[in-house]
């Protein structure tokens, strides 16, 4: 190691890299992401200004609706043609969120000078990085969109510092390059990283998060990656996983090891978890494409290190009961959702989240109606089997017969409480108890500008368990004042 050769880094410091990536090399992506963070907190002009931000490039927005429109966020209901629409139908968090990733990605891969070396370690950590902020999403998936958001974009900006120094390109990025090719192990590496930048590159990602007004979620992750939430957790184990799988020479055991980590956490086979992310490595490489970042397909994580299970191993069934407290919480926070005019996705979430652990069913979904309103289909589930319910639960309305149908046509409520009753046999038909069991179930109309868009739907399918009067009740109360929330989002606009 030319250790001669650093000390004119070295005495910069992280603080100094830290500005100049700010200032110098990235004060676009700098500006967009202060701009974007800041609309946070203001919720009535956000749309607005949100679309004015970006209508001046045009290359952003149709990343940005490419994106929107895609299988992974648009679930094939609804077709956005401007960024205001897609904040509509998505929320405004997803769509900022969209734009950052946008930005990031375009800014990190637009600059050609880069050399041969140093543009293949860019392009194998932001391939690492991208499959890392899918898989972090991934295990948050029984968790609310905008927190499963919020969590996808700090993952994707976990190894931001190192990230953004290699794109700079230039004598220091070739510099460092060299003096690393001259490291035979990990340990080598991150001492020659400290020596040259007067830290490390989690530093510069402390730095650079910092500055630019980058999440809590972010920084809690980069300073406190122990931490035992589940969105840190899920950050940190999935960063682990898609940085081990990248390795030229895998490390199996300590592969297997977070895997088995990653299983704990979500309470599943390591078995079932490795059938998940190679169905996740094949969904990122379409997001990429989406994003315009095709060139970081090639270099996602190789999947044949995992076996797909021919019968996956279910998670353990969870028996959630009604709990007032949560009921009480959840209500409060659709009440703030009201005066604050909050976006869609986060009353519909906070909503579900208080039928889900308020009242103790198994799962619940809001349910949207397509665009020609002939069928209903799942846009946020939560509870046991999300994605299952996601991919099956579809609910043909065409013919204004049926349970769904009268709840749409009239605008109430319906508390299916004994599918087999003669009150409810001409309802609910064979193929219908397919998909809602034997039991009791209950729905509710979701009116926007008194018309209904779709439907909150609630069951105990997995556990069998009945539902009382009593959280029929509770559960009309949530979907009556979501209904309240999305009047006074839409009359503050």
Request: with cysteine; net charge negative.
């Amino acid at each position: 190691m030319k250790i001669a050769n650093l000390h004119s880094h070295q005495s910069k410091g992280v603080d100094y890299w830290t500005q100049r990536i700010s200032e110098q090399e990235m004060p676009a992506l700098c500006s967009t992401v202060k701009s974007l963070e800041k609309l946070a907190k203001d919720d009535v002009s956000s749309l607005a200004i949100l679309g004015r931000s970006v209508m001046h490039d045009n290359a952003l927005t149709s990343r940005i609706l490419k994106v929107a429109n895609s299988a992974i966020y648009s679930k094939g209901i609804t077709q956005v043609t401007t960024v205001s629409r897609a904040a509509v139908v998505l929320g405004f968090d997803t769509i900022r969120n969209i734009c950052i990733t946008a930005k990031l990605l375009s800014s990190l891969l637009e600059n050609k000078g880069l050399s041969e070396n140093v543009y293949q370690r860019l392009i194998k950590l932001m391939a690492s990085s991208f499959q890392a902020a899918m898989l972090s999403k991934m295990m948050l998936k029984d968790h609310g969109e905008d927190l499963q958001e919020e969590v996808f974009v700090a993952a994707l900006l976990y190894q931001l510092g190192e990230s953004a120094f290699w794109s700079m390109g230039g004598e220091p990025t070739e510099q460092l390059d060299r003096l690393l090719n001259e490291c035979e192990d990990e340990k080598g590496h991150k001492a020659v990283v400290r020596q040259y930048l007067g830290g490390s590159f989690n530093q510069l990602s402390i730095g650079i998060a910092r500055s630019w007004g980058l999440g809590d979620v972010l920084l809690k992750s980069l300073s406190h990656p122990n931490e035992r939430t589940p969105e840190i957790r899920a950050i940190f184990l999935a960063n682990q996983i898609s940085e081990l799988m990248v390795q030229p020479h895998v490390d199996l055991h300590r592969l297997n090891q977070r895997i088995a980590q990653a299983a704990e956490m979500l309470d599943i086979e390591a078995d079932e978890l490795k059938g998940r992310m190679i169905r996740c490595t094949k969904a990122t490489a379409k997001l990429a494409e989406a994003y315009g970042a095709k060139v970081l397909v090639d270099f996602l994580p190789k999947t044949e290190l995992l076996t797909l299970p021919n019968e996956p191993v279910e998670a353990q069934q969870t028996v959630r009961e009604p709990n007032q407290l949560i009921q009480l919480k959840k209500l409060r926070e659709l009440t703030s959702c009201a005066v604050e005019q909050a976006d869609f996705n986060r009353v519909l979430t906070v909503t579900l989240e208080g039928v889900l652990d308020g009242l103790g069913v198994d799962r619940c979904a809001l349910m949207l109606l397509s665009p020609n309103r002939k069928r209903l289909q799942p846009r946020i589930v939560l509870g046991e089997q999300a994605e299952k319910m996601k991919a099956e639960f579809l609910i043909d309305v065409s013919d204004k017969s049926g349970v769904f149908a009268d709840a749409i046509a009239l605008k109430c409520p319906m508390f299916v409480d004994d599918p087999h009753s003669s009150k409810w046999r001409m309802y609910v038909d064979a193929s219908l108890k397919q998909l809602t069991g034997e039991c009791s179930f209950m729905l509710a109309p979701v009116v926007v500008e008194s018309k209904v868009i779709g439907v909150i739907y609630a069951d105990r399918f997995h556990t069998e368990r009945s539902l009382t009067a009593t959280e029929y009740d509770g559960f009309t109360h949530f979907a009556q004042l979501a209904n309240v929330c999305l009047g006074a989002t839409l009359h503050a606009q």
